[in-house]
């Protein structure tokens, strides 16, 4: 057993902290730990794949395009990111981690 509460990574660190908490075929079900981390600049996440994601503790900013929409994250705040849809993190809280739970599975034609 584990907690996605402990092992937050390395306090600090340039890089997200991802963990792959379960597999199967075209499903990942991840555990993200940010802290004052954001997309670098000019970058768009443009998966081939939805995301739900959840944030568990600390706070964030997602920007999308088309439509061009800023969501703010708290704790139980959860969304679903559809395929294709481009995206950014703009803002992670900087003085504590953010917990992110994210699933990614098939964009089904």
């Known amino acids: 057993m584990k907690n996605l509460f402990e092992s937050l990574g390395e306090p600090g660190s340039p890089e997200e902290w991802v963990d792959v908490l379960a597999a199967a075929g075209d499903v990942r079900v ?3 730990v940010s802290q ?3 997309s670098p600049e000019g970058f768009w996440y443009d998966q081939q794949e939805h ?3 959840a944030v568990l503790q600390g706070a964030a900013r997602l920007r999308f ?3 061009d929409e800023i969501v703010e994250l ?3 705040d959860h969304l679903t990111i ?3 849809r481009r995206h950014r993190v703009e803002w992670t809280t900087p003085d504590g981690p953010t917990i992110w739970l ?3 599975f ?4």
Do not use: D, L, N, S
């Open 82 to 84: 559809r395929a294709r």
């Open 51 to 53: 995301e739900f994601v």
């Open 106 to 109: 098939p964009a089904v034609a």
């Open 102 to 104: 994210a699933v990614f």
């Open 65 to 67: 395009e088309a439509p």
């Open 74 to 76: 708290k704790p139980g």
């Open 30 to 32: 991840e555990r993200i």
């Open 36 to 38: 004052g981390h954001a």
